[in-house]
Each structure stands twice: as structure tokens, then as C-alpha cells.
Nanobody, 120 residues
Framework: QVPVVESGGGLVQAGGSLRLSCAAP????????VGWYRRAPGKERELVAS???????NYADSVKGRFIISRDNAKTTINLQMNNLKPEDTGVYFC??????????????WGQGTQVTVSS
């Protein structure tokens, strides 16, 4: 099991910003599609943003233009910059790594999640 660790959650007012980070040992992210998911209170977990190992990105419609997913240069951390936060962005945010998924890789690694709370 690869330890995937999220950080950066917290409490922020609507309109504010937070930056989440996801770290994993070695260079697992360099061969993975990495996604940020969130589980809002009373709702199913949903994909917020993802980035492939070729740096193709994908965003949920609800966060387009506000959130940016990126890698650091060493490819050991995946960041999610969240701007203009809204109360409906509140939830537990999880990081997920799927090594070599585009060529049939079946492993998937989840972090424990970090809480984001946006007050109105």
C-alpha cells in the first residue's frame, strides 16, 4: 500500500482560497493519474479535478475557472489551488493515485482525506 497523504484543509470564508497538497513517496505520481475527490455532507464522493502523467487536466463543471490542479517540478506532490470558494465546496477532500491506468493499471491508492469548510 502506497501512503498517500493530503494536507492543507481548513476553515475559510466564502470567496477565500485554500491550497491542498497530496504527497506520496518515491515517484509514484510521475506514472499516475492523480485525482482530487470530495465528499460533501450527505452526498456521494465526486471527482473534483484530475491530472494525468502527461499533465492533461480535467475539472468538474462546478469548479471550472476556480480550481487549478498541478504538479510540482519534482513530481512528488499534486496540488489543488482552490479560489473563490463557496459554501457548497465544503467537504472532505481525498487524493487518489492510479498508476499506469491509461494502459490497464488496476491499482488505486487513497489518502485519508482533509476537511475543507467554507463559511457563508
Amino acid at each position: 500500500q502506497v501512503p498517500v497523504v493530503e494536507s492543507g484543509g481548513g476553515l475559510v470564508q466564502a470567496g477565500g482560497s485554500l491550497r491542498l497538497s497530496c504527497a506520496a513517496p518515491g515517484r509514484i505520481f510521475s506514472i499516475s493519474t492523480v485525482g482530487w475527490y470530495r465528499r460533501a455532507p450527505g452526498k456521494e464522493r465526486e471527482l473534483v479535478a484530475s491530472i494525468t502523467r502527461h499533465n492533461d487536466t480535467n475539472y468538474a463543471d462546478s469548479v471550472k475557472g476556480r480550481f487549478i490542479i498541478s504538479r510540482d517540478n519534482a513530481k512528488t506532490t499534486i496540488n489543488l489551488q482552490m479560489n473563490n470558494l463557496k459554501p457548497e465546496d465544503t467537504g472532505v477532500y481525498f487524493c487518489n493515485a492510479r498508476p499506469l491506468v491509461e494502459i490497464g493499471g488496476t491499482k488505486t491508492y487513497w489518502g485519508q482525506g482533509t476537511q475543507v469548510t467554507v463559511s457563508s
